[in-house]
Every structure is written in structure tokens, then in C-alpha cells.
């Protein structure tokens, strides 16, 4: 397999999980701003959209966005317990959870890391962002990670867009569980590993 990726990306969610799968992969970077491979292909003859990640296949079969990546991978190792099994409530549960961190946190950064985006607008989006966080915050009271005690997709997902509050300078002090998920996350061997693969750490 081959797993198309830009550091610190929304790809770091399936790169995290590929690793915590024990998958063999080869991660390949297509830098989001040239969308220009190592060897200068152009990224759009790969995917048509041009964004991270892409999952190829080893039979050329190409799956792009990353919640459905993400399943696909923990439904190829289900003894790693990355996602419960299809057709379960817990399932449905996960899905919840990968879609509300898709549309209502991953989306809402994306206004702020557009420079042409008038500060006044920004605020409003840091706003937002304030208000999911806050959710998600109650949601992990008294809980190790999303789905209970047991770390899934959902998290590497979690853990990969609240990384973008660093750069951004988004305060997370009043959120303590999400910052001790957050950190939970971060010290799992796995991500280590995929955070030195991008050179982020």
C-alpha cells in the first residue's frame, strides 16, 4: 500500500492508524502547496482533487478521504481493535464521531489558514471552533479516549486537527480533558513514530 500524505496534515490521522495497524505501507509526500511528488509527478494525475491523504491499494485501487481510509484500515487488522465491527451500534457510534470531527472541527480550521481571510472572520471561526471543543471536552469526562477506554480511528483523527491549534495559537487551557486526550494520544508509540516519519517531533 501506499499512502500519499503532507506533513502535519489531515493525512497524519491514517498515517497514525496505517502504524498502529502494524501495516506495511510506503509513505509518499505530496506536498499540498506544489502538489508535486518527490519524483515530479503531478500530484493531480494521482488524485484528481489534489488534497492528503490517498490510500493505493497494492492492486491500484485508489481511496480517498480519510474517515473512510481510516475504517477501511482497522477493518483489515479487526484483532487491533482500531474500530468496532461493521454493522454494530459502536460502529455507528464511531462514524458519529469521525464525521462530527470531519465537518464541524476539520472544516472549521480551514477558514484560518487562509491568509485572504479578513481577521474579523477569523474570529468567528476561533469562535466555532471554541464551541466543538467544548463539546467534545464534556464528551471525554471521565473517559481515556472517544469511544471509552479503548483508542480507535476517531482519535488519531481528533488528535491530528487539534495539533493545528498549536500554530494557530488557539488556547486549549479551557478544555482539560481534550488537552489530556490530546496528550494521551500523542505519547502512544505509534504516533511517535508517524510524528518522526513527517519530522514534526
Not at 519524483?39 to 493531480?44: L, M, P, R, V
Not at 491549534?165 to 508517524?194: C, G, M, Y
Request: glycine residues 4%; proline residues 8%.
Amino acid at each position: 500500500m501506499k499512502l500519499y500524505y503532507s506533513p502535519g496534515a489531515c493525512s497524519l490521522s491514517p498515517h497514525i492508524v496505517l502504524r498502529e495497524a502494524g501495516l506495511a505501507f510506503e509513505p509518499v509526500m505530496a506536498p499540498t502547496k506544489t502538489h508535486k511528488l518527490v519524483d515530479g509527478t503531478d500530484y493531480y494525475t494521482i488524485n484528481p482533487l489534489g488534497y492528503v491523504p490517498l490510500l493505493e491499494l497494492d492492486d491500484g485501487t485508489r481511496l480517498r478521504e480519510g474517515p473512510a481510509i481510516v475504517q477501511y484500515i482497522a477493518d483489515q487488522v479487526p484483532d487491533r481493535n482500531l474500530a468496532p465491527a461493521a454493522g454494530t451500534l459502536p460502529r455507528y457510534r464511531l462514524q458519529e464521531w469521525l464525521t462530527y470531527i470531519g465537518t464541524e472541527i476539520h472544516k472549521t480550521f480551514s477558514p484560518l489558514f487562509n491568509p485572504a481571510m479578513p481577521e474579523e472572520a477569523k474570529q468567528i471561526f476561533r469562535d466555532r471552533l471554541a464551541n466543538r471543543f467544548a463539546f467534545v471536552d464534556q464528551q471525554l469526562a471521565g473517559k481515556d479516549y472517544l469511544m471509552g477506554n479503548h483508542f480507535s480511528v476517531a482519535d488519531a483523527y481528533l488528535y491530528t486537527v487539534t495539533r493545528w491549534t498549536k500554530p494557530l495559537a488557539i488556547d486549549l487551557s479551557p478544555f482539560p480533558h481534550l488537552r489530556a486526550h490530546h496528550a494521551r494520544v500523542e505519547a502512544r508509540p505509534a504516533v511517535q513514530e508517524a510524528l518522526k516519519a513527517e519530522k514534526l517531533s
